[in-house]
């Protein structure tokens, strides 16, 4: 049977004390790549947040790469966070080090502490964007392109078995955009690991199809097809 990764049932999502989305159930699987499509203002990003748990989840019932979202406090957020990567389409690199210095910090907030491991991950994170010969670059010396897959490298560093990506394409160019979809694509396939992206960017949902969810009128609207947008 194929493995869970994210199983929503029956949650409502709130801003503040508006209801942003109600009764969701969804259930994404390892491996899985899914889009999170929608108007603007429908609901995505907070699907997002609740997922990695900036939202508190209040209704319903949630359970996220082996965490379960009901009572989760704060203290377990960081625990939850290990367990997932997640790409935003405006990450900044630190200014002031090089990609792997970047790399490292984040490993040492995760809690690593062995040199050789860390070094190694970080050789093998860059590998897997595509860029191994870049560790040692400044940030100001990335294209857009290298620094959304400097992002990506970032989100692969504890191993997850889910992405949460928000507009990774949102800034990139038209070529740019399908280096960063092939690499998603890849990582889901060859990695197992599950993939939910939010975009408005029809080109890269015609010419990459998969799985589609939309956020429409306060509901989630499951294999929705473009049509309707
Ligand atoms: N921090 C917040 N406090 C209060 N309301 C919020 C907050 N963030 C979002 N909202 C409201 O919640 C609703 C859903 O917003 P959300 O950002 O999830 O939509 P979205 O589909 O991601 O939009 P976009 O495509 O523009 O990013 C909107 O009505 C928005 O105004």
Same mark, same amino acid.
């Given at each position: 049977m194929a493995e869970a990764i994210i199983t929503l049932s029956n949650v409502n999502i709130y801003q503040g004390n508006s209801a942003v989305l109600q009764n969701v159930n969804l259930t994404v699987n390892a491996g899985e790549f899914v889009y999170l499509v =929608?108007?603007? %203002?429908? %609901?995505? $990003? $907070?699907?997002?947040?609740?997922?990695y748990g900036e939202l508190t989840l209040k209704e319903g019932q949630a359970n996220v790469a082996g965490f379960s979202l009901n009572g989760l406090s704060w203290k377990q957020v960081?625990?939850?966070?290990?367990?997932? =990567?997640?790409?935003f389409q405006d990450f900044q690199l630190l200014t002031d080090r090089n990609v792997n210095d970047n790399l490292k910090f984040v490993l040492k907030a995760t809690g690593w502490t062995d040199e050789k491991l860390m070094a190694e991950k970080i050789q093998d994170v860059l590998d897997k964007v595509g860029?191994?010969?870049? %560790?040692?670059?400044?940030?100001?010396?990335? $294209? =857009? =392109?290298?620094?959304?897959?400097?992002d990506i490298a970032?989100?692969?560093l504890n $191993?997850?078995?889910?992405?949460?990506?928000?507009e990774p394409t949102g800034n990139l160019d038209p070529e740019t955009s399908d280096e960063i979809m092939k690499l998603l694509f890849h990582i889901s396939r060859d990695f197992n690991t599950a993939v939910v992206m939010a975009t408005h960017d029809y080109i890269v949902v015609n010419?990459?199809?998969?799985?589609?969810?939309?956020?429409?009128?306060?509901?989630?609207?499951?294999?929705a097809t473009i049509a309707i947008q």
């Open positions: =929608g108007k603007t %203002g429908t %609901g995505k $990003s $907070s699907l997002l947040k609740t997922l960081p625990f939850l966070r290990r367990k997932m =990567g997640v790409v860029l191994k010969s870049k %560790g040692f670059k400044m940030p100001f010396e990335l $294209s =857009g =392109g290298e620094q959304q897959r400097i970032r989100a692969l $191993s997850p078995k889910l992405i949460l990506a928000d010419k990459y199809p998969a799985r589609m969810i939309r956020t429409e009128q306060n509901r989630v609207i499951d294999n």
